[in-house]
């Protein structure tokens, strides 16, 4: 099992510039949401998706577009980088569930540079 | 107003010594969770501890145990025996309803950089 993998690690962009990053998971999760974490500051929800083909915003998702066209994969998009995207982005997927205890299994990170 | 309450930006110990993180929280949902994350310097978050809101006693995994106090709404990150691989930003984060659907999310808060000596 990889888990949760994320496709690229490292990117720099230039302002004005798109990009998507690609998050997949293998362990059958409905779940998916993406995070960014800025210096000094926990993780922030930018979307999340709860299952196939749907999507809906998080805490701050401004600038951002997200695509679940498989369970496996979660798309996030970058249509116009901003030098205030500048940051390290999570994805992490979870069971579904209507209480209890569930763990969110996060990828290892995108850093992102805007210049 | 903040959910998740860090106070400590950065905590010393001892290297066998216990240690104890602590983090408050806010929330008007009667059914949350609460959670500790570890993120060493390489970056990946690592999932430590879970409290759950109903939960009777305090959890306990390994090393690590959460002192849940409901009433005070805290749920402090108690490691004991530090060992230096211990080092890490350490978040605590709560599980609440996301107000638009019935699916939870994680508020993080700011975190606490533990720094273990030899």
Same mark, same amino acid.
């Given at each position: 099992?990889? $888990?949760?993998?994320? #496709?690229? &690690?490292?990117? =720099?962009?230039?302002?004005?510039?798109?990009?998507? @990053?690609?998050?997949?998971?293998?362990?059958?999760?409905?779940?998916?949401?993406?995070?960014?974490?800025?210096?000094?500051?926990?993780?922030?929800?930018?979307?999340?998706?709860? $299952?196939?083909?749907? #999507?809906? &915003?998080?805490? =701050?998702?401004?600038?951002?577009?997200?695509?679940? @066209?498989?369970?496996?994969?979660?798309?996030?998009?970058?249509?116009?980088?901003?030098?205030?995207?500048?940051?390290?982005?999570?994805?992490?997927?979870?069971?579904?569930?209507? $209480?209890?205890?569930?763990?969110?299994?996060?990828?290892?990170?995108?850093?992102?540079?805007?210049? | 107003?903040?959910?998740?309450?860090?106070?400590?930006?950065?905590?010393?110990?001892?290297?066998?010594?216990?240690?104890?993180?602590?983090?408050?929280?806010?929330?008007?949902?009667?059914?949350?969770?609460?959670?500790?994350?570890?993120?060493?310097?390489?970056?990946?978050?690592?999932?430590?501890?879970?409290?759950?809101?109903?939960?009777?006693?305090?959890?306990?995994?390994?090393?690590?145990?959460?002192?849940?106090?409901?009433?005070?709404?805290?749920?402090?990150?108690?490691?004991?025996?530090?060992?230096?691989?211990?080092?890490?930003?350490?978040?605590?984060?709560?599980?609440?309803?996301?107000?638009?659907?019935?699916?939870?999310?994680?508020?993080?808060?700011?975190?606490?950089?533990?720094?273990?000596?030899?």
């Amino acid at each position: 099992n990889a $888990g949760v993998t994320q #496709t690229p &690690k490292f990117r =720099v962009l230039k302002t004005g510039q798109s990009m998507t @990053l690609l998050c997949a998971q293998d362990m059958n999760h409905e779940y998916m949401y993406w995070y960014r974490q800025d210096p000094g500051m926990g993780l922030r929800l930018i979307h999340y998706s709860v $299952g196939e083909g749907t #999507t809906a &915003k998080g805490e =701050v998702p401004d600038g951002y577009n997200v695509s679940r @066209l498989k369970k496996q994969n979660f798309l996030l998009g970058l249509e116009s980088a901003a030098p205030s995207q500048t940051s390290v982005y999570f994805c992490a997927s979870s069971y579904s569930t209507s $209480g209890g205890f569930y763990e969110q299994y996060f990828g290892p990170g995108t850093r992102l540079t805007v210049t | 107003a903040q959910k998740i309450t860090q106070t400590q930006p950065g905590m010393f110990v001892q290297e066998k010594e216990a240690v104890t993180l602590d983090c408050t929280y806010d929330t008007s949902d009667p059914s949350y969770g609460l959670f500790w994350y570890k993120q060493p310097s390489s970056g990946e978050m690592i999932f430590l501890i879970y409290q759950g809101s109903y939960d009777q006693q305090n959890a306990t995994e390994g090393r690590y145990s959460l002192n849940f106090q409901k009433a005070r709404k805290s749920a402090n990150l108690v490691i004991s025996a530090s060992q230096l691989g211990d080092s890490a930003m350490y978040f605590c984060a709560m599980r609440e309803v996301i107000s638009s659907g019935s699916a939870r999310q994680l508020t993080f808060g700011s975190g606490t950089q533990l720094t273990v000596l030899p």
